[in-house]
C-alpha cells in the first residue's frame, strides 16, 4: 500500500493564496503522474491539475487555469499546488493522487492508483 499525505490546507479569504503539498513518504514517483482533485460537499471529485516528472508536463482545469500551478520536486518524492487568487467555488477538500499506469495526463479520477485523505480548502468571501 502505498501512502500520500497531504498537507497546507486552512480557511482564508477570497483573493488570498495557499500551497498544498503531497508527500510520498519514502518511495518516489518520478516515472508518473501525480494529480491533484478536490470534492466540494454534494458534488463528485473533479480534476484539478495534475503532472508527469517526465518532461514536466502539466495541464490544468479551466477552472484554475491561470491562478493555480503545479509542481514537483525533481526527485519525485513531492508535489505541490499553489494557489491564488482563492474564490469561494474553490472550497473543497483536496486531494492527491498518483498514476502509475498512463503516459499521458488522465482527468478521470478512476485512473490514479493511489489517493492521499485530503486536506480541506475553505475560501470565504
Known amino acids: 500500500q502505498v501512502e500520500l499525505v497531504e498537507s497546507g490546507g486552512g480557511s482564508v479569504q477570497a483573493g488570498s493564496s495557499l500551497k498544498l503539498s503531497c508527500e510520498a513518504p519514502?518511495?518516489?514517483?518520478?516515472?508518473?503522474?501525480m494529480g491533484w482533485f478536490r470534492q466540494a460537499p454534494g458534488r463528485e471529485r473533479e480534476f484539478v491539475a495534475a503532472?508527469?516528472?517526465?518532461?514536466?508536463?502539466?495541464h490544468y482545469a479551466d477552472s484554475v487555469l491561470g491562478r493555480f500551478t503545479i509542481s514537483g520536486d525533481s526527485a519525485g518524492y513531492w508535489a505541490y499546488l499553489q494557489m491564488n487568487s482563492l474564490k469561494p467555488e474553490d472550497t473543497a477538500v483536496y486531494y492527491c493522487?498518483?498514476?502509475?499506469?498512463?503516459?499521458?495526463?488522465?482527468?478521470?479520477?478512476?485512473?490514479?492508483?493511489?489517493w492521499g485523505r485530503g486536506t480541506q480548502v475553505t475560501v470565504s468571501s
Open positions: 493522487a498518483v498514476d502509475l499506469k498512463s503516459f499521458y495526463i488522465e482527468i478521470t479520477p478512476t485512473t490514479y492508483d493511489y
Open positions: 519514502g518511495r518516489t514517483f518520478k516515472s508518473g503522474i
Open positions: 503532472i508527469r516528472w517526465s518532461g514536466s508536463f502539466a
